[in-house]
C-alpha cells in the first residue's frame, strides 16, 4: 500500500519558533510538494522538489523554506512561525511518468 | 498560469439522488491532465477520477463520472446514487503534460448527504 507520512498531525507552536513539518514517502516518487490549505483558499502550494537538493517555489513561498536531501524525505521549514501561518499542510508525492499525486494526512499547525 | 475555479462552495443531495459538482479551468495549453479529489473528514485525500485532456471520452469510475467539456474549459463532476460515505470536501485540480507536475486546485464544494 502506497504511503506519505507526515510527522505530526497536530502541532502547536509559539510565534517565533522555527518550525519542521517533515514528510516521508515509500514509492521511490521523484516530485515531492508542500501545499497549505484555508477555507475558502483550497489547497496552495508553497513549494515543489522534483529531485533530491532541487526545488521550486510555488504560489505562497515567502515564510518558508524546503530542504530535500534524500530521495524519500521533503521537509517544509518555518524560519519564524507567525499566527498568518496556522493553517493545514499537506504534503503530496508523485512519480515522474505518473499522473497521479499522493497525500499525506495533513498536519494541522497552530501557531500562538 | 493556470487557474482552477469551484463556484458552489456547498452543495448537498439526498441519498442515493444525483448530484454534479462544477469546475471551470483557464489554459493555455492545449494537453493537461484534470482530476477530482475527494477529502473526507479524515483529512486524507483520495484521488475519485482523472482525465487527459486529449481524451474525447469522458472518464468514469463507478458511480462517479465527469463531463469534460475541453472548448468551454468546464469538468464537472456526477456522482450518481450518492450514499453517506460520498460526504467530503471535492477539489478539481489541473496539471500541465509538460514542464513541472504540480497541482493547481480549485477552492473546494464541501458535499452533504441528507440521509
Known amino acids: 500500500d502506497v504511503k506519505v507520512t507526515q510527522s505530526s498531525r497536530y502541532l502547536v507552536k509559539r510565534t517565533g519558533e522555527k518550525v519542521f513539518l517533515e514528510c516521508v514517502q515509500d514509492m521511490d516518487h521523484e516530485n515531492m510538494f508542500w501545499y497549505r490549505q484555508d477555507p475558502g483558499l483550497g489547497l496552495r502550494l508553497i513549494y515543489f522538489s522534483y529531485d533530491v537538493k532541487m526545488k521550486e517555489k510555488g504560489d505562497i513561498p515567502e515564510g518558508y523554506s524546503v530542504s530535500r536531501e534524500k530521495k524519500e524525505r521533503f521537509s517544509l521549514i518555518l524560519e519564524s512561525a507567525s499566527t498568518n501561518q496556522t493553517s493545514m499542510y499537506l504534503c503530496a508525492s508523485s512519480g515522474r511518468m505518473n499522473t497521479e499525486a499522493f497525500f499525506g494526512q495533513g498536519t494541522r499547525l497552530t501557531v500562538v | 498560469a493556470q487557474t482552477v475555479t469551484q463556484s458552489q462552495p456547498e452543495m448537498s443531495v439526498q441519498e442515493a439522488e444525483t448530484v454534479t459538482l462544477s469546475c471551470t479551468y483557464d489554459?493555455?495549453?492545449?494537453?493537461?491532465?484534470l482530476f477530482w479529489y475527494k477529502q473526507p473528514p479524515s483529512r486524507q485525500m483520495i484521488l475519485v477520477i482523472r482525465?487527459?485532456?486529449?481524451?474525447?471520452q469522458n472518464a468514469t469510475e463507478n458511480r462517479f463520472s465527469v463531463n469534460f467539456q475541453k472548448a468551454a474549459k468546464s469538468f464537472s463532476l456526477k456522482i450518481s446514487d450518492s450514499q453517506l460515505g460520498d460526504a467530503a470536501m471535492y477539489f478539481c485540480a489541473y496539471r500541465s503534460s509538460v514542464g513541472n507536475e504540480k497541482l493547481t486546485f480549485g477552492t473546494g464544494t464541501r458535499l452533504t448527504i441528507i440521509p
Open positions: 482525465q487527459e485532456a486529449y481524451k474525447q
Open positions: 489554459t493555455s495549453e492545449s494537453d493537461y491532465y
